[in-house]
Structures are given as structure tokens and as C-alpha cells.
């Protein structure tokens, strides 16, 4: 079990990256260092897809990590195959690749999907798997994972919206059936769950890395601060890929940074070809990056395929370009406050820069706390 470490401030990398943008925040001295996530599982794809980069064993999928580490990646997004290639569902499958993930690579930080479920090993519990129980099984896994990803606010997750008949062409996706499994595709996040599910995470000392589709669920996580459920750093994902999420423009990125505080950690997520151009935003921005096969397949030509190291090793090279540094493992879990948790929810809002609860009389939807 990971300690649990409680600051009273943010530390200085968090102020560095204020979100009020003010005169010179393009230029990298005002920047963070740039955290690249490597999202190298590819769990929407089959191995045949990709077999040159997708791995399928153990020691391939532990391999991936190092690789990933070595190219400039601080975060692992990490989902676990099965030796048959399909996702695992077992527990113990995910204990092992972070166990091993943790002994080849000690300083990545390693940040398990949320969105997978668990299915009990034993057969008698096997129809359990999609209940709300078991996903908090996240909050089980042994080493401890530093962050899992949480999904607020019940939501269409159609991946397929943005990619063109040509991204799948020759892949698994071009079958029917599977296409139309994608589209169809919803993530359940309801109030209660999500409430739950923060809790236990942060008992465990794992950090809730929020999925965050457009203003709506950002203002959900806003409230689960302030309401006092999750005390810790905020550190999430602005998710644009469509399909019932948010848009990957420029206009829709601004208006979500609007209402972001100055102590949040920010990566942005696209999918198809629209992750190089939506991480070049995030670079300029002073935003943080996610890359990977999980996320896209292809090269911006689509001439070829690209793995995510050379997706990472992309990332790199034009975050040199423009004069921000890649952080180290280190500088990422300073910025990210791995570990990092407060006593109450007035220390979580001064945190992350949030203004503070009203004091005393009428508390409105605030009267609804833990």
C-alpha cells in the first residue's frame, strides 16, 4: 500500500501552468514540462491489426512500458491482454503487468483504464462482472496502481465518429458487427458510483484521473470537490473524439479551459488522425499529451502505421520545436501530486485553485455532502 502524503500548497509546478492564460503563457519558460501519456494496449484492436507493435504476452506487454518510458513517456494508460489477444477481465492479470510494470520501470507513473471491468476468476461469480461491485475491484488491485481513470457523468461513447471508412480498412473494425459494437458503445458513470468509486480509490491512496468529455462533466468533478467526496490534486483528461464527447476544435478545447482552475493538470485526448493536431494544441497550450495505439494506428498519411513510441518520439521532437522540455518521471509526479491527498474539502478547492465554499448561511446544492 502506497503512503498517503498530505500538502497544505500547491507545489510550484502546478502554479507554473496557470489556466487564466495571461500574456506569455505560450512561451515555454511559463510553461509545465510536457507529460506524454502512453496509451500502448490498444484494447479496441486485435492483435492482427497491428501485430508489429500490438503486444500479447507478459513480458511483451511489460517490454512496452520500458520502451514507452525510454521514448519520453512519464504515464502508462494500462489495459492487459490475454495470451489469446482478447482484453483480459482478471484481476490477477492486471496485478502482474503492474507488478512487473513497476519493477522494470519504478518512477512511470502507471494509470489503469478505468473503463475495463473485472470479471471474478471464480465461475460462480462470472455473471457479476458488469455490476457496479465489481468495477470498484479497481480499487483492489495489488501493487497499487498510482492513478485509474474515472468516468463522470453516464455518457454516449461513440469512437467511431470521427474515423473515416479508411481507418479501419484491413482491420478488425471493418467488421460490421464489431463497427457496430463501437458505436453503440456508452460508459456508465452514475452519481452514486462515481461517488463511491472516488471514495474507495482514494482510501486505497489511488488518484482519481477524471474523464472529462465537455463542461458538463467537468462541472460534476467540480462538485464532487466541493462537496468534499474527492480531496485530492485535480488531474484529468479532456476527452475529444465525439460520438457524445466533446469536439475536437479548437473553439471546444477554449471554452472547456475557460472554467478550469489554475491548479489543474490537464491532458488533452483525441482519437484517429485528429490526436497529432489536437496535441499540438496541447503543447502550445501548455497542456499536457496523450499518444498512443489505443488511440490511433495510422500516420498522419495514413501511409503507414505508427507505433506509440513513434508516436512518443513524434511528440518529443515537436515539443523541442517548440522549446518546452519533456518532464521526467520525477518533475511528472510533482506536477501530477502522486500520492497527494487533503484533509478537507476547503484544502482541495485552495489546491487546485478553485474559489472557496460560501461560508455559513444557505449552502445551496452544497448542503448535500458527504
Given at each position: 500500500m502506497w503512503a498517503i502524503v498530505r500538502f497544505k500548497r500547491t507545489p510550484f509546478f502546478n502554479r507554473k501552468n496557470a489556466m487564466n492564460f495571461l500574456d506569455g503563457h505560450l512561451f515555454p519558460e511559463n510553461q509545465q514540462p510536457l507529460i506524454i501519456t502512453a496509451a500502448p494496449y490498444a484494447p479496441g484492436w486485435q492483435p492482427s491489426d497491428f501485430p508489429e507493435d500490438i503486444p500479447v504476452t507478459m513480458e511483451d506487454q511489460i517490454q512496452k512500458a520500458v520502451d514507452c518510458y525510454n521514448a519520453g513517456a512519464t504515464v502508462l494508460h494500462l489495459h492487459v491482454r490475454e495470451l489469446d489477444g482478447k482484453g483480459s477481465k482478471r484481476l490477477s492479470k492486471f496485478n502482474e503487468l503492474i507488478a512487473g510494470v513497476r519493477k522494470a520501470v519504478p518512477e512511470m507513473i502507471i494509470q489503469v483504464g478505468g473503463s475495463i471491468s473485472f470479471a471474478p476468476e471464480s465461475e460462480g461469480a462470472a455473471a457479476k462482472w458488469l455490476s457496479d461491485d465489481t468495477r470498484h475491484m479497481l480499487a483492489e488491485l495489488d501493487p497499487t496502481p498510482d492513478q485509474v481513470t474515472v468516468t463522470v457523468n453516464t455518457s454516449q461513447m461513440n469512437v467511431t465518429d470521427h474515423a473515416e471508412?479508411?481507418?479501419?480498412?484491413?482491420?478488425?473494425?471493418?467488421?460490421?458487427?464489431?463497427?457496430?459494437?463501437?458505436?453503440?458503445?456508452?460508459?456508465?458513470?452514475?452519481?452514486?458510483?462515481?461517488?463511491?468509486?472516488?471514495?474507495?480509490?482514494?482510501?486505497?491512496?489511488?488518484?482519481?484521473a477524471f474523464q472529462c468529455y465537455n463542461t458538463n462533466s467537468f462541472e460534476s468533478v467540480e462538485r464532487l470537490i466541493r462537496r468534499g467526496f474527492y480531496k485530492g490534486p485535480l488531474v484529468m483528461n479532456w476527452v475529444a473524439i465525439g460520438g457524445g464527447m466533446d469536439t475536437p476544435n479548437v473553439y471546444s478545447l477554449g471554452n472547456f479551459m475557460r472554467g478550469i482552475p489554475d491548479g489543474a493538470v490537464v491532458t488533452v485526448e483525441s482519437n484517429v488522425r485528429n490526436v497529432l493536431p489536437v496535441n499540438m494544441m496541447g503543447i502550445a497550450m501548455g497542456l499536457?499529451?496523450?499518444?498512443?495505439?489505443?488511440?490511433?494506428?495510422?500516420?498522419?498519411?495514413?501511409?503507414?502505421?505508427?507505433?506509440?513510441?513513434?508516436?512518443?518520439e513524434q511528440l518529443v521532437r515537436i515539443s523541442q520545436e517548440f522549446?518546452?522540455?519533456?518532464a521526467t518521471a520525477k518533475e511528472a509526479r510533482e506536477i501530477c501530486r502522486i500520492g497527494v491527498f487533503y484533509d478537507t474539502a476547503d484544502e482541495a478547492l485552495a489546491a487546485n485553485g478553485f474559489a472557496p465554499n460560501r461560508n455559513g448561511g444557505t449552502q445551496g446544492f452544497l448542503r448535500k455532502t458527504q
Open positions: 471508412d479508411a481507418d479501419f480498412v484491413g482491420t478488425s473494425r471493418a467488421n460490421q458487427t464489431l463497427f457496430n459494437t463501437y458505436k453503440d458503445m456508452t460508459v456508465p458513470a452514475a452519481p452514486l458510483w462515481v461517488e463511491e468509486h472516488v471514495r474507495r480509490l482514494t482510501a486505497a491512496g489511488i488518484q482519481s499536457h499529451v496523450r499518444c498512443g495505439t489505443e488511440d490511433v494506428i495510422w500516420n498522419q498519411q495514413r501511409s503507414a502505421k505508427m507505433s506509440t513510441v513513434a508516436q512518443i522549446g518546452r522540455p519533456i
